[in-house]
């Protein structure tokens, strides 16, 4: 096949055809994935101890639990209280930043390639508005990793608003240049790569989506490989003619099994390089952000350079240039980030609870609460239905195609010991803590949820939809009382919460105290409680706030 083609043509189609094919594959992967966590979740292990012993429950403490609404500015610990929430603020600037200096050394590697394709000479203004049309990649990494507000939707109408002075000022200048052609312009450059980023970076596929995508782009290249090859070449052909003959195949069959084969073989040769990425990731090499980030700089370079060949081939190497060079820079300025913060040190834990009816409810408040608290430590929380397809990992996923998801399951106490001890509190290289996501069976998750309640510096717990059905939610408020401190503790309610209830069993709890329990002594016993409106994320700032001070006192 010559190579011209095969870049303009072949290319292009081998990308298209993997992002079309990743959605689907992406979602029935995530479903069967489900489903398999499901099946070992109703499953005993038979090597467990029970619950909550109600025979040891002592009588009421002295001082009354008072239930206050939360979000007061009493609430809003004092700068020098709080350098974990100061972290949370501050962090999650810093990464964007260091993401908009990735697509910088991104745009300007493709403007200056760009400029050397045409051979016109170096003008200022042309390369101004080619560097802000290539920035958009970098504009789309900010967007990532900035908490929901108002910083995060000015994201976009700001850069716009950068086109749109760069390109007025150059339409000043060129009397020949219109608004068309410069819309035109960066339609042509940024069009098929925001397609293909919205397709594979979908809310609902996009923890896998990268890996699916390396595995989808390798079968269908050796689709495209192999029939090539047989169709290039008469004496293959006529073979393949000839064998398909004698086993009946018509010429549709054939050519379907031709892709089948051709698909097969070249995902089974990525297999390998996929188990290679799930060890360096389960070894800290990178997080699962910039796992994500990275694979769409370089997606971005890719399908922006295809139009390159058609100056001279040389021109095409300016995608893994530009890839490069963004990957540098971004691993850069957060390694001098690292250095600038000190050896790293193991962060508080954040233990999230919730009633796990609430669905994609729960999806969207444990983003933002992941985009504010991971940058300044980590998130436990048990597995369950509402997010088991949000925070899988790459290595749990691939544990899970290679047919050893039961391996991730706490099979007992001494497994549950060993788990504990392994829990991942040190940060990523780009400064973002992971989720620790314990698999617990129906006979484990009681005591996996009473040790991580000891293990943890603040919990969260959603309740959101609370009734009385909910006795899971029941039982871990009674092991939040008997052995959390109740400043650590911050609960979650909205308009569905049967409040009464709720506080109802609260006090109720509260009259049957564990002896040992750290808030027996407590002279004026408080738990917060936070209410959540239509857009709970809106108040993960408020959740932070008592939890950031839990963790100095």
């Known amino acids: 096949m010559d190579l011209t083609l095969a870049l303009t043509g072949a290319l292009p189609f081998v990308v298209v055809a993997s992002a079309a094919l990743t959605l689907p594959i992406s979602l029935c992967l995530l ?22 012993d109600d025979a040891l429950a002592g009588t009421a403490p002295q001082a009354a639990l008072r239930i ?56 200022a203004m042309r390369f101004a508005w080619i560097f802000a049309t290539y920035l958009w990649v970098g504009v789309l990494a900010v967007r990532t990793v900035l908490p929901n507000g108002p910083a995060r939707s000015l994201a976009a109408p700001a850069y716009t608003a950068l086109l749109a002075v760069v390109g007025a000022i150059g339409i000043g200048r060129s009397p020949d240049l219109d608004i068309a052609q410069l819309m035109a312009y960066w339609l042509i450059v940024n069009g098929p790569a925001t397609v293909l980023h919205l397709a594979i970076q979908n809310r609902r596929i996009r923890a896998v989506g990268p890996l699916v995508l390396a595995l989808t782009l390798a079968g269908v290249a050796g689709a495209v490989v192999l029939t090539g090859a047989v169709g290039g070449s008469d004496a293959a052909l006529r073979a393949i003619v000839g064998a398909g003959t004698l086993a009946g195949l018509g010429a549709t069959e054939l050519l379907v099994l031709l892709v089948a084969l051709g698909f097969a073989a070249f995902a089974a040769v990525g297999w390998p390089a996929l188990r290679a990425l799930g060890r360096a990731y389960a070894r800290k090499r990178f997080s699962d952000r910039s796992l994500r980030l990275e694979a769409m700089f370089l997606m971005f370079a890719v399908v922006q350079a295809v139009g390159f060949v058609f100056s001279g081939l040389a021109w095409v190497l300016a995608a893994p240039v530009a890839f490069v060079a963004s990957v540098t820079t971004i691993r850069g300025a957060f390694a001098r980030l690292r250095r600038r913060a000190g050896p790293a040190s193991p962060g508080p834990i954040l233990l999230l609870l919730r009633v796990f009816a609430l669905g994609r409810r729960s999806e969207r408040l444990f983003e933002e609460l992941g985009r504010r608290w991971l940058p300044t430590g980590s998130i436990a929380l048990i597995a369950g ?39 991942d509190t040190l940060p990523d290289p780009d400064g973002r803590h992971r989720v620790n996501e314990f698999f617990c069976h129906a006979d484990t998750w009681q005591p996996t949820m009473r040790r991580l309640a000891a293990r943890s510096d603040a919990v969260v717990m959603d309740l959101r939809s609370f009734s ?36 109802t069993t609260l006090r109720d709890l509260w009259s049957r105290l564990a002896p040992d329990s750290p808030n027996r002594t407590l002279p004026d016993p408080i738990l917060r409680i936070a209410r959540a409106g239509k857009r709970a994320e809106a108040i993960v700032p408020q959740l932070l706030r008592p939890a950031a001070r839990s963790t100095t006192v």
Do not use: K
Request: proline residues 5%; contains cysteine.
């Open 468 to 503: 009385p059905e909910n006795r899971g939610c029941t039982y871990e408020l009674g092991a939040l009382l008997d052995a959390v401190p109740l400043a650590r503790v911050v609960l979650v309610t909205d308009a569905g919460t049967d409040r009464a209830f709720l506080e």
């Open 68 to 123: 206050i609404d939360s979000g007061t500015r009493s609430e809003i610990p004092a700068r020098s209280e709080a350098p974990q929430l100061r972290a949370a603020l501050v962090s999650p600037w810093e990464a964007a930043l260091v993401y908009l200096l990735g697509g910088a050394a991104h745009a300007a590697v493709m403007a200056f390639a760009w400029l050397g394709m045409i051979g016109e000479g170096f003008s």
């Open 385 to 423: 239905p509402d997010l088991v397809t949000a925070t899988i990992e790459p290595d749990e996923f691939l544990a899970f195609a290679g047919g050893h998801l039961s391996r991730a399951f706490v099979s007992g106490e001494d497994d549950l010991e060993r788990r504990l001890a392994a829990l």
């Open 31 to 52: 479903w069967l994935y489900r489903r398999a966590v499901l099946r070992n979740m109703n499953r005993a292990s038979g090597d467990a101890s029970g619950g909550r």
